[in-house]
């Protein structure tokens, strides 16, 4: 069964990092682009960063850029999310999810998606 895991998500003060985890299992991840995407209370869903099957390509929404950076260890069959100089905005839940394709897009067009991990920013 495919699973996506979520995790490393907390609480942090502003200014503070965080490393999120995705960890995958039940299908071919290395035929898979990966996205990380984050809801906040009463916001849609955005998509903030994506890799491709190979890592060698990504992509960042203009408020995590710099801050943020993605990257993809196949061998573990995990995603990493660091996240830097983290901002009271960027509470929200955080969400991984696969889609078959080599490259990434950030929209919502991913088949799976995991259970998300909280974070939050707060002094």
């Known amino acids: 069964q495919l699973q996506l895991v979520e995790s490393g998500g907390g609480l942090v003060q502003p200014g503070g990092s965080l490393r999120l985890s995705c960890v995958a299992s039940?299908?071919?991840?290395?035929?898979?682009?990966i996205g990380w995407f984050r809801q906040a209370p009463g916001k849609e869903r955005e998509g903030i960063s994506c890799i491709s099957t190979s890592g060698g390509s990504a992509m960042y929404t203009d408020s995590v850029k710099g801050r943020f950076t993605i990257s993809r260890d196949n061998a573990k069959n995990t995603v990493y999310l660091q996240m830097n100089s983290l901002k009271p905005e960027d509470t929200a839940i955080y969400y991984c999810?696969?889609?078959?394709?080599?490259?990434?897009?950030?929209?919502?067009?991913?088949?799976?998606w995991g259970q998300g991990t909280q974070v939050t920013v707060s002094s």
């Open positions: 999810a696969a889609v078959r394709w080599r490259l990434c897009v950030l929209m919502p067009v991913y088949n799976y």
């Open positions: 039940g299908f071919e991840y290395d035929n898979y682009a």
